[in-house]
């Protein structure tokens, strides 16, 4: 402990004496100093022992002696020394009494010890405070490296807890509680999560206090651009030194876990990317063979293939095509390295799918693939479940910000495949695609392949290259009705609706059945083409259909 007034009154050397402020000696004393000066309150600050031999204060002066005494306590001054047998025989009167009602300690200090050997003791027993405070930091720094070393990052949060007399939660990139010590501080750690958010904001290395049940020091672990996780240690009071160096000793350890773990990341995923060719490739024994362990069964177990792209990039794709691409359909052959997320949609998704994954135990494969991110994750698992859900957060954003300019940096388009198995990869990666490309049309943010195979077609009908088709197509018809001459759009889209059967067909429109006939006549006059080919009346009903779904 530093040292306080009541040590220094208790040392036998100093012969202090107390003359007021009996019951506040307790006080930390981080300096002595020495002023004559009749106000040297400019100069203070905070914590100091006062000493004087009132050679410039009218120290009988009651009033004079209140406002001194009065500046001094205001200015954080812990105690004032006064020594006697210079100017003063004895302290004054004004003096004490004024020290009494402000609640300042006042001490006597005899003619034999000079100031300076006050200095000496506060200063000597400040050294020895932080001599044993940086002793018990490198004490506190070999146990945690110990308990790092033997039982990994838990055994390092249990003696941190041990070390600040409180305790420690460790959280993974997306906030999440990973490890606490002890086990009941997982309630606290939990409801701080929002807090560990906005820490993450910020560019690491970052740290907030956060106030409740706890005094709660919040730290970002990692060295790149955003925190790759983050310490919280709750203690009743604030840190000591000792306390302090154990902090940062907790801090630079997992840090350094961190870090090791993005490049045990990198390497994974470099795997990760030559394993999802071979399965592509119709190669699932191959790609068995290079994961080993590494997946668990993830490449035997039902899964799901998850393919992301960021609006921005799959806007201009979507442009560039009229129709989903679902050929050749393979990953860059390129090394795939760790993607720096900051302000990116796709390595935030990542963050997010890893973190459940790792949560609930389940094996995830995640590939990032330039302007995409591919996942093969475990059907029904979380990591499906998390990517659902982060689609439903960003569509809530993107509705939230409905009146403000539009703006698709920071949105996601994600097609996901029906449940598959290691020979079906590749039927899995284009149904992943074929989702992606509905996506991209609808402007929905996740669209799933079993939903495509569930529904209807007709609303694919809604993209402008197929109304435009449907209007160039019934265009002419329309502008022969126009005249008067004849409801040829209404005959045909009845005719059609009753595949061709006249009867049927002219009932439902009122006319005998070789007007009908002659209006299909006209219409193929009109159109150039037989109602007699398939793919005519194919293409017909569903350019009524297109144009019955815009209200034309």
Same mark, same amino acid.
């Given at each position: 402990?530093?040292?306080?007034? =009541?040590?220094?009154?208790?040392? *036998?050397?100093?012969?202090?004496?107390?003359?007021?402020?009996?019951?506040?000696?307790?006080?930390?004393?981080? /300096?002595?100093?020495?002023?004559?000066?009749? +106000?040297?309150?400019?100069?203070?600050?905070?914590?100091?022992?006062?000493?004087?031999?009132?050679?410039?204060?009218?120290?009988?002066?009651?009033?004079?002696?209140?406002?001194?005494?009065?500046?001094?306590?205001?200015?954080?001054?812990?105690?004032?020394?006064?020594?006697?047998?210079?100017?003063?025989?004895?302290?004054p009167k004004a003096l004490v009494e004024a020290a009494e009602k402000e609640g300042l300690p006042l001490l006597e200090v005899p003619?034999?010890?000079?100031?300076?050997?006050?200095?000496?003791?506060?200063?000597? &027993?400040?050294?020895?405070?932080?001599?044993?405070?940086?002793?018990?930091?490198?004490?506190?720094?070999?146990?945690?490296?110990?308990?790092?070393?033997?039982d990994g990052p838990e055994g390092l949060l249990a003696a941190l807890a041990g070390q600040v007399d409180g305790w420690a939660a460790?959280?993974?990139? *997306? #906030?999440?509680?990973?490890?606490?010590?002890?086990? /009941?501080?997982?309630?606290?750690?939990?409801?701080?999560?929002?807090?560990?958010?906005?820490?993450?904001?910020?560019?690491?290395?970052?740290? *907030?206090?956060?106030?409740?049940?706890? @005094?709660?020091?919040?730290?970002?672990?990692?060295?790149? $651009? $955003?925190?790759?996780?983050?310490?919280?240690?709750?203690?009743?009071? &604030?840190?000591?030194? =000792?306390?302090?160096?154990?902090?940062?000793?907790?801090?630079?350890?997992?840090?350094?876990?961190?870090?090791?773990?993005?490049?045990?990341?990198?390497?994974?995923?470099?795997?990760?990317?030559?394993?999802?060719?071979?399965?592509?490739?119709?190669?699932? +024994?191959?790609?068995?063979?290079?994961?080993?362990?590494?997946?668990?069964?993830?490449?035997?177990?039902?899964?799901?293939?998850?393919?992301?792209?960021?609006?921005?990039? *799959?806007?201009?794709?979507?442009?560039?095509?009229?129709?989903?691409?679902?050929?050749?359909?393979?990953?860059?052959?390129?090394?795939?390295?760790?993607?720096?997320?900051?302000?990116?949609?796709?390595?935030g998704l990542a963050e997010v799918v890893e973190s459940a994954a790792a949560r609930s135990g389940e094996s995830v494969l995640v590939?990032?693939?330039?302007?995409?991110?591919?996942?093969?994750?475990?059907?029904?698992?979380?990591?499906?479940?998390?990517?659902?859900?982060?689609?439903?957060?960003?569509?809530?954003? @993107?509705?939230?910000?409905?009146?403000?300019?539009?703006?698709?940096?920071?949105?996601?388009?994600? #097609?996901?495949?029906?449940?598959? #198995?290691?020979?079906?990869?590749?039927?899995?990666?284009?149904?992943?695609?074929? &989702?992606?490309?509905?996506? $991209?049309? @609808?402007?929905?943010?996740?669209?799933?392949?079993?939903?495509?195979?569930?529904?209807?077609?007709?609303?694919?009908?809604?993209?402008?290259?197929?109304?435009?088709?449907?209007?160039?197509?019934?265009?002419?018809?329309?502008?022969?009705?126009?005249?008067?001459?004849?409801?040829?759009?209404?005959?045909?889209?009845?005719?059609?609706? @009753?595949?061709?059967?006249? +009867? =049927?067909?002219? =009932?439902?429109?009122?006319?005998?059945?070789?007007?009908?006939?002659?209006?299909?006549?006209?219409?193929?006059?009109?159109?150039?083409?037989?109602?007699? +080919?398939?793919?005519?009346?194919?293409?017909?009903?569903?350019?009524?259909?297109?144009? &019955?779904?815009?209200?034309?």
């Amino acid at each position: 402990m530093p040292p306080t007034l =009541a040590s220094l009154v208790h040392h *036998s050397a100093l012969k202090l004496t107390v003359r007021a402020g009996e019951d506040r000696l307790d006080v930390p004393v981080r /300096w002595a100093h020495v002023s004559e000066l009749a +106000d040297p309150v400019p100069y203070m600050e905070g914590g100091e022992l006062l000493l004087i031999t009132a050679l410039k204060l009218d120290a009988d002066d009651p009033e004079a002696m209140r406002r001194y005494v009065k500046r001094l306590a205001g200015a954080g001054v812990v105690g004032l020394g006064f020594a006697v047998g210079v100017n003063y025989d004895e302290i004054p009167k004004a003096l004490v009494e004024a020290a009494e009602k402000e609640g300042l300690p006042l001490l006597e200090v005899p003619r034999r010890t000079p100031f300076l050997a006050i200095s000496k003791a506060v200063s000597a &027993a400040i050294a020895a405070d932080q001599y044993r405070a940086v002793t018990a930091g490198f004490a506190a720094q070999r146990e945690l490296t110990k308990q790092a070393l033997s039982d990994g990052p838990e055994g390092l949060l249990a003696a941190l807890a041990g070390q600040v007399d409180g305790w420690a939660a460790l959280y993974d990139a *997306s #906030g999440a509680v990973v490890a606490t010590a002890p086990e /009941w501080a997982g309630r606290r750690a939990a409801r701080l999560t929002p807090d560990v958010e906005r820490l993450r904001e910020r560019p690491a290395p970052a740290s *907030s206090v956060v106030g409740g049940e706890d @005094r709660v020091e919040l730290h970002s672990l990692g060295t790149g $651009r $955003r925190p790759r996780a983050a310490l919280a240690v709750g203690t009743a009071a &604030a840190l000591g030194t =000792a306390e302090r160096y154990a902090v940062h000793s907790a801090i630079a350890l997992l840090t350094l876990t961190t870090e090791r773990s993005r490049s045990l990341h990198a390497a994974e995923q470099r795997i990760g990317a030559a394993v999802l060719r071979m399965l592509l490739a119709g190669e699932p +024994d191959h790609a068995r063979a290079v994961a080993g362990d590494l997946y668990g069964g993830l490449l035997d177990a039902p899964f799901r293939l998850i393919i992301a792209e960021s609006a921005s990039g *799959s806007a201009a794709r979507a442009h560039a095509d009229g129709h989903a691409r679902v050929a050749a359909a393979t990953p860059s052959k390129t090394a795939v390295a760790v993607p720096d997320v900051g302000g990116d949609p796709l390595g935030g998704l990542a963050e997010v799918v890893e973190s459940a994954a790792a949560r609930s135990g389940e094996s995830v494969l995640v590939v990032p693939d330039g302007e995409r991110l591919v996942v093969l994750a475990v059907d029904g698992g979380a990591a499906v479940t998390a990517c659902g859900d982060y689609a439903v957060v960003l569509e809530a954003a @993107r509705a939230a910000r409905r009146e403000q300019p539009a703006g698709d940096e920071d949105e996601l388009v994600v #097609g996901l495949s029906a449940p598959a #198995g290691p020979i079906a990869a590749r039927a899995a990666y284009k149904q992943a695609e074929q &989702a992606l490309s509905v996506a $991209r049309r @609808r402007g929905r943010f996740l669209v799933e392949h079993e939903e495509l195979a569930a529904g209807s077609v007709l609303p694919l009908l809604a993209d402008d290259a197929v109304r435009a088709f449907a209007d160039g197509l019934l265009r002419a018809l329309r502008e022969h009705d126009a005249t008067g001459r004849g409801d040829l759009v209404a005959s045909l889209r009845a005719w059609l609706s @009753r595949h061709g059967q006249w +009867d =049927a067909a002219a =009932a439902d429109l009122g006319v005998h059945r070789h007007t009908l006939r002659y209006r299909m006549r006209r219409v193929e006059e009109i159109l150039g083409r037989s109602l007699d +080919d398939p793919d005519v009346r194919m293409e017909l009903w569903l350019a009524l259909k297109a144009t &019955a779904a815009t209200g034309e």
